[in-house]
């Protein structure tokens, strides 16, 4: 078979971008990881008006930078994948996107009295901490153990607001409003904030059968927390024991694949037809 050199080049750069299993591919993720921290960082530091004062243009300068060093990347990746649409509609391309969007809209926005929608677009730059969850390995596990236990969780919550609906009415009409309980929407507000163990103290019962109710749904807040976090840890204790690889589709960038898997999960592209193609080619 012809070696082709163009389509090799492409095929590493995808290995390198969006895979973790090569020196290459290890080395490109942490250091896109520091350079995430620090355009947060950088970001944070920015809204301290002390800070900004003094170091306005520094920052801004830093800004654009990481500006332009994420804009190569997200291209190098669209380019590099094959299907570029699917990727770009992804969940990560599309805070790829919202991560260098808002520094080139800001200079739409030029005028003193558009500074409040700069600030708001400037302040969307933190979605770029979001690119860090495809880098840690733990991310793809605690991700499967949520949507698997997206039904339970569902069922769960809606049990709970059922819950504070009822207690919310009940403290509603033993308290009334000369206590503050001035309607049932507050009520529950007051019923959620004490089953979540909150309790910001702003309403409370004063009656003695509004305390002891108070007190029942006190003790039950303990237990309920808890529920969600053995419906969580049983689906991570499942989805570690069927643990992944780190390689990705060449076609639609899709992750998560089985060790064992040979086509991809979303598009049934073969996963090693390229990796063999090369290796015959040379």
């Known amino acids: 078979m012809k070696f082709d050199k163009k389509k090799f080049n492409k ?7 969006f895979e973790a299993h090569t020196p290459a591919g290890r080395a490109f993720d942490v250091g896109l990881i520091v350079a995430i921290l620090a355009s947060v960082t950088a970001v944070l530091l920015d809204s301290v008006e002390s800070i900004h004062l003094v170091y306005s243009r520094w920052l801004y300068g830093i ?5 332009i060093i994420f804009t190569i990347e997200y291209g190098l990746r669209l380019w590099c994948i094959n299907n ?3 990727y770009a509609r992804s969940f990560f391309g599309v805070v790829d996107l919202l991560g260098i969007l808002p520094t080139y809209v800001s200079l739409i926005f030029a005028g003193t009295q558009y500074l409040l929608v700069i600030r708001i677009l400037r302040v969307l730059r933190v979605f770029r901490i ?3 969850v495809r880098y840690v390995s733990e991310a793809d596990l605690l991700s499967e153990a949520l949507v698997a236990s997206r039904r339970k969780i569902v069922v769960f919550i809606a049990a709970v607001a059922a819950l504070v609906v009822v207690f919310g009415s009940l ?22 904030s004490t089953m979540t163990t909150v309790g910001f103290g702003d309403i409370a019962p004063q009656t003695a059968l509004g305390q002891a109710l108070a007190s029942v749904i006190m003790i039950m ?20 024991r069927r643990r992944t690889n780190t390689r990705t589709c060449p076609e639609c960038s899709a992750e998560g694949h089985a060790r064992e898997a ?13 990796v063999a193609d090369q290796a015959e080619s040379d």
């Open 130 to 132: 979001l690119r860090m």
């Open 171 to 192: 403290m509603y009409l033993i308290e009334g409003a000369e206590h503050g309980f001035t309607s049932i929407p507050k009520s529950i507000y007051w019923a959620v």
């Open 221 to 240: 807040g303990y237990g309920i927390i808890a529920v969600p976090t053995g419906i969580v840890t049983l689906e991570l204790n499942e989805a570690n």
């Open 63 to 67: 800004e654009w930078f990481f500006t």
């Open 11 to 17: 095929d590493t750069v995808r290995i390198v971008i």
């Open 84 to 86: 570029t649409r699917l």
């Open 262 to 274: 040979t086509y991809c999960w979303r598009c049934g592209a073969h996963l090693y037809r390229k």
